[in-house]
Nanobody, 122 residues
Framework: QVQLVEAGGGLVQPGGSLRLSCAAS????????MGWDRQAPGKQRELVAG???????NYADSAKGRFTVSRDSAKNTVDLQMSSLKPEDTAVYYC????????????????WGQGTQVTVSS
């Protein structure tokens, strides 16, 4: 069993900052990519940012220059530092990770956390 647990969501004013954290735990052989998706009310879930095992990152156009994704491979954690937040960043943010279990080290499964609400409003 693998669990991803997010923390750090909340209410922030426009222009403010927020840091999301996610920790993966359970029966893990290796973690490949980790990242964050989000889903706003009435909209499809979208990629926000991702980071590979070697540290390569990618961002949605809407996140570039404002958000920074980072990971600690030793702790199996991934963070999302968000700054210059806008009302349109309001969404439920989901951590995700591509994980191989010890029983099947060549196979990768994608897991998601339960989500954390980020609300940007004055």
């Amino acid at each position: 069993q693998v669990q991803l647990v997010e923390a750090g969501g909340g209410l922030v004013q426009p222009g403010g900052s927020l840091r999301l954290s996610c920790a993966a735990s359970g029966t893990i052989f290796s973690i490949n990519a980790m990242g964050w998706d989000r889903q706003a009310p009435g909209k499809q879930r979208e990629l926000v940012a991702g980071i590979t095992a070697d540290g390569s990152t990618n961002y949605a156009d809407s996140a570039k220059g404002r958000f920074t994704v980072s990971r600690d491979s030793a702790k199996n954690t991934v963070d999302l530092q968000m700054s210059s937040l806008k009302p349109e960043d309001t969404a439920v943010y989901y951590c995700n990770a591509v994980i191989s279990p010890p029983s099947q080290p060549r196979i990768r499964f994608t897991y998601w956390g339960q989500g954390t609400q980020v609300t940007v409003s004055s």
